[in-house]
């Protein structure tokens, strides 16, 4: 038997290794975990839910439109309604405090729970993230991610940003996120710009306090506050798009978690489209090579 020479046998069982999945963590609150609407527990047994809460959420989303990328991504989130950064970096650091490949993070809606419109605690709380993310992998990327206008805060007249607009608050946000980004060396996420592409469009409606325009999609759920599914698969789109440097279109109108969700061929291609126009202004993602839209009727993902 021919013997072969140490180096070959080392490249011989490295090539017969598969690559180990990339972990990806989520950091967040509602926004992340899909309050208000099926996305909540959707494909639950596809991710791990640090807090064993059972969420699925935008992480299971996310995990879903990247195996039928055809990319391999370990995923776990850790979420808690109603809460910024420095409750994580404060309550669970033990838990998201180990060593990941990427790191998606955002804070709460408002900027700051106390001082709505005021980014200094996103600025400071993201920066220690950052800090704690490195510590144990210096090469880590972390993305945040600039969340979407509420309809609560800008139409009511008790609203933070009320007598503005809900493209102004997404800007407001976004600026914050951006702040916050220079700060932490980190990368934006561009889901509330994303919505207001949307909007403007004319794909979605930016009112849902005066009903909501025929053939328009509505981006929040009941409350005027968290998001629809419809809102969840645009920001879970965003998210893919920006992580992966994939054309979100690829995916394709017959994408098998807008179907599981309840979403129409024509609803998928619309939000697919939104997500890759913000994310092509955004320098974010290259036009990739769309396979020819398919006439089979969509499938049920398959299983993990």
Same mark, same amino acid.
């Given at each position: 038997m021919k013997l072969l020479p140490p180096l070959a046998v080392g490249l011989a069982l490295a090539a017969a290794t598969p690559a180990k999945a990339e972990t990806v963590l989520f950091i967040g609150n509602s926004f992340t975990y899909g309050a208000g609407s099926a996305v909540r527990f959707y494909r639950n047994d596809t991710v791990a839910d640090l807090n064993a809460e059972g969420v699925g959420g935008v992480p299971a989303l996310f995990e879903s439109f990247t195996r039928q990328a055809g990319l391999d991504y370990d995923v776990s989130l850790e979420t808690r309604g109603g809460t910024g950064l420095d409750f994580h970096l404060t309550e669970k650091r033990a838990l998201i405090g180990r060593r990941w490949d990427?790191?998606? %993070?955002? *804070?709460? $809606? @408002?900027? &700051? %729970? &106390?001082?709505? #419109? &005021? /980014?200094a605690k996103l600025v400071a709380t993201a920066r220690e993230l950052a800090e704690l993310m490195r510590a144990q992998n210096p090469r880590v990327d972390l993305y945040l991610t600039a969340t979407w206008a509420r309809a609560d805060q800008v139409y009511p007249a008790d609203g933070a940003w009320a007598g503005t607009s809900v493209a102004a608050m997404a800007k407001d946000v976004r600026a914050a996120y951006d702040q916050a980004a220079l700060g932490a060396g980190a990368t934006v996420i561009p889901v509330g710009d994303a919505w207001n592409r949307a909007m403007q469009s004319g794909a979605a409606d930016p009112n849902p306090y005066d009903g909501v325009d025929a053939g328009k999609l509505n981006l929040w759920t009941y409350d005027h506050y968290h998001a629809s599914t419809h809102g969840y698969y645009l920001e879970a789109l965003v998210v893919f798009g920006r992580v992966t *440097? =994939? &054309? /979100? #279109? @690829? =995916? *394709? $109108? %017959?994408e098998c978690s807008a179907f599981e969700l309840g979403l129409s061929r024509a609803e998928a291609r619309t939000l697919q489209q939104v997500a890759f126009e913000e994310l092509a202004a955004n320098g974010a993602v290259a036009h990739n090579a769309q396979p020819p839209d398919s006439e089979t009727n969509p499938q049920r993902c398959d299983a993990r």
């Open positions: 990427i790191v998606v %993070a955002h *804070g709460y $809606s @408002t900027l &700051d %729970a &106390d001082k709505p #419109r &005021d /980014p *440097g =994939l &054309d /979100p #279109r @690829t =995916l *394709g $109108s %017959a």
